[in-house]
């Protein structure tokens, strides 16, 4: 399994768009993405692209919610966006969709 990943940038908006699983297997590769966007400290928001992943097991929920607060603690945002039905039924079931998920609509 792998994790394929862009990231694009507009202004002080930084796009992460993994594609693939985010699992035991493939989260490291999430984490050191996410890891280096925050630390790099060059952009106030940080969307994470969900439209692409196929699924999310609950080491990928975790490295989501540690970059969140990381990014939170240094003054980002970050928020998943577009998530698949399978990815918003994961986080649902979690709590996490009201935390993580910012919907088009807001």
């Known amino acids: 399994?792998?994790?394929?990943?862009?990231i694009e940038r507009d202004?002080?908006?930084?796009?992460?768009?993994?594609?693939?699983d985010i699992s035991l297997e493939t989260?490291?590769?999430?984490?050191?993405?996410?890891?280096?966007i925050?630390?790099?400290?060059s952009a106030a928001f940080i969307d994470v692209d969900m439209h692409a992943v196929t699924f999310l097991d609950s080491s990928g929920i975790g490295v989501l919610v540690a970059a969140?607060?990381?990014a939170a603690n240094r003054g980002t945002t970050l928020m998943l966006r577009e998530p698949t039905a399978m990815v918003r039924m994961v986080l649902e079931i979690a709590h996490l969709d009201g935390l993580l998920v910012q919907d088009a609509a807001a």
Do not use: H
């Open 38 to 41: 925050v630390d790099s400290q």
């Open 27 to 36: 989260v490291d590769v999430l984490r050191e993405v996410l890891r280096g």
């Open 68 to 70: 969140q607060r990381l």
């Open 1 to 6: 399994m792998s994790l394929e990943y862009e």
């Open 11 to 20: 202004g002080d908006r930084v796009t992460v768009i993994p594609e693939g």
